[in-house]
């Protein structure tokens, strides 16, 4: 889009889905959801309010698995008993005319002990995040990071399952699939770590179960998006030709629509 590109104009995506507009609503948090993750009324009336002119909307954060709410009030898309609740904030936002987008994830070694029940968080590493009082996660085994990556493809189909018009992966803000990437906090000596293409490994696998459940599951419109945080403040850490790396790789798994997210060292919730 240049600055002669009307903004109301439509935007037919490579894999076929029209935009109506180039408007696009970020998925940001409210920290409105119950306990377990479940979708309250005024939160689908939230998203129906904001629907209509805007021609897309990005559902806040959904976390995949029990261990990834990265702060109180996210909500789930752990469980097939969160499809109605979910479906009910799809259905809003596609009535008034708008795509409806669900922005999924895994907080990672961000995820605070209290909110997974005393638990250790997860990482790729057993690293402390950089921040005062940070839990030192435990590290995924092998077998793990196969179960997490299926985890998400489950996500997926429940995104479908639920009438979403597509979905974002969230591999920004210092969450799982960002810490798999990062050298900082990616310090593993397998197939998942070490260089650059190992470590790109997991968000590339991640993009790839994706795809393939939309294809199984979803017309070929169905919309994959992917959120990056292009740099970090860490040494070492993603650097922009890292990112550039990572989004080329993207693009051939199937990711049609890509997102930045810049993460400065004062953001809170994302």
Not at 159 to 169: L, Q, R, W
Not at 230 to 250: C, H, N, Q, S, W
Request: with cysteine; glycine share 10%; net charge neutral.
């Amino acid at each position: 889009m240049n600055s002669k590109t009307p903004i109301l104009k439509p935007l037919t995506l490579p894999n076929g889905a029209v935009l109506k507009n180039r408007l696009i609503m970020a998925p940001m948090t409210t920290c409105t959801g119950f306990y377990d993750g479940s979708v309250p009324s005024d939160l689908v009336e939230y998203y129906r309010e904001r629907a209509g002119t805007i021609g897309t909307v990005i559902v806040e954060c959904c976390f995949i698995d029990p261990k990834g709410p990265a702060f109180p009030g996210a909500l789930a898309i752990d469980s097939d008993n969160k499809i109605p609740g979910l479906a009910r904030i799809a259905s809003a936002i596609k009535s008034r005319g708008s795509k409806a987008i669900l922005q999924i994830y895994h907080g990672g070694r961000m995820v605070e002990p209290e909110l997974i029940g005393g638990k250790k968080p997860v990482a790729p590493s057993a690293i402390a995040a950089p921040r005062e009082g940070a839990t030192t996660p435990e590290a995924l085994t092998a077998e793990e990071v196969d179960v997490m990556i299926t985890k998400f493809g489950d996500a997926v189909n429940r995104a479908i399952k639920a009438g979403f018009d597509g979905v974002e992966i969230h591999g920004a803000n210092t969450y799982l699939i960002q810490q798999f990437y990062s050298p900082n906090s990616n310090q593993r000596d397998d197939k998942w770590g070490g260089s650059r293409d190992n470590r790109a490994r997991f968000p590339l696998e991640v993009l790839e179960i994706t795809h393939k459940m939309a294809s199984r599951f979803a017309d070929a419109s169905f919309i994959i998006g992917y959120r990056f945080s292009p740099e970090e403040i860490e040494v070492p850490g993603i650097r922009f030709d890292d990112t550039m790396y990572l989004l080329e790789k993207a693009g051939g798994k199937g990711a049609w629509i890509t997102f930045t997210s810049p993460w400065a060292i004062s953001s809170a919730l994302r």
